[in-house]
């Protein structure tokens, strides 16, 4: 499977801010990568789909608007929480399709 | 949409003894099941897959099988070790590859010495 990095591995941050994750397919060239969210002791749940050069595809109950993806590259896909509450912290985590290899994922705990 | 249920959700087993992880599926076209090892903290690993034109999958102390017509799948670990102590997810895709996956609940492998 693909090497696929993801930065930052973790995060604390103020509520109402705004907090950037970058996952990166390193040799792989994506046009899709997918975002999960895993809370404590829970499965992975999927959030979006990001589509190089297109808008995402958000599963039903994901806000658009609060949970910005951005994949300009084949190599990049961000995702932006904007406006974090508490209830946003999570696991984050990207996957890429060639043998669904996850990224080290990200620790997100607002404050 | 696809739905995947696992059971147990936890296990705990004595070292050396074999462990048995179910899960069954929805969607009658899905048609790969990879299962993942996650250790705290961690990202979750894959172990082994296996796709539906196969009905059985082993790599070393690890085994999958697929019973298409029921819909179901399993983990199968032998001769455990403290090692093999982790989360382990299920999940189903449909479309051959390069579509989104749907995942299990997660069972709780805790191997006692």
């Known amino acids: 499977g693909a090497v696929v990095s993801q930065h930052p591995s973790w995060v604390i941050c103020k509520s109402g801010t705004s907090v950037k994750i970058e996952c990166r397919s390193l040799?792989?060239?994506?046009?899709?990568m997918f975002w999960y969210r895993q809370f404590p002791k829970q499965s992975l749940m999927l959030m979006a789909t990001?589509?190089?050069?297109?808008?995402?595809?958000?599963e039903q109950g994901v806000e658009k608007d609060k949970f910005l993806i951005n994949h300009a590259s084949l190599t990049l896909s961000t995702l932006t929480v904007t406006s974090a509450h508490p209830e946003d912290s999570s696991f984050y985590i990207c996957?890429?399709?060639?043998?669904?290899?996850f990224g080290s994922g990200t620790r997100l705990t607002v404050v | 949409g696809e739905n995947v249920e696992q059971h147990p959700s936890t296990l705990s087993v004595q070292e050396g003894d074999s462990a048995v992880i179910k899960c069954t599926y929805s969607d009658s076209a899905s048609n790969y099941f990879p299962w993942y090892k996650q250790e705290l903290g961690k990202r979750p690993q894959l172990i082994i897959d296996?796709?539906?034109?196969?009905g059985e999958k082993k790599d070393q102390r690890i085994a999958v099988t697929l019973n298409k017509t029921a819909k179901h799948f399993s983990l199968h670990i032998t001769e455990t070790q403290p090692e093999d102590s982790a989360v382990y997810f299920c999940a189903a895709e449909k479309g051959g590859g390069g579509n989104k996956l749907t995942f299990g609940t997660g069972t709780q492998l805790k191997v006692e010495l």
């Open positions: 296996i796709r539906s034109n196969v």
């Open positions: 040799d792989f060239q994506a046009t899709t």
């Open positions: 996957s890429v399709p060639d043998g669904y290899t």
């Open positions: 990001s589509n190089e050069g297109s808008k995402a595809t958000y």
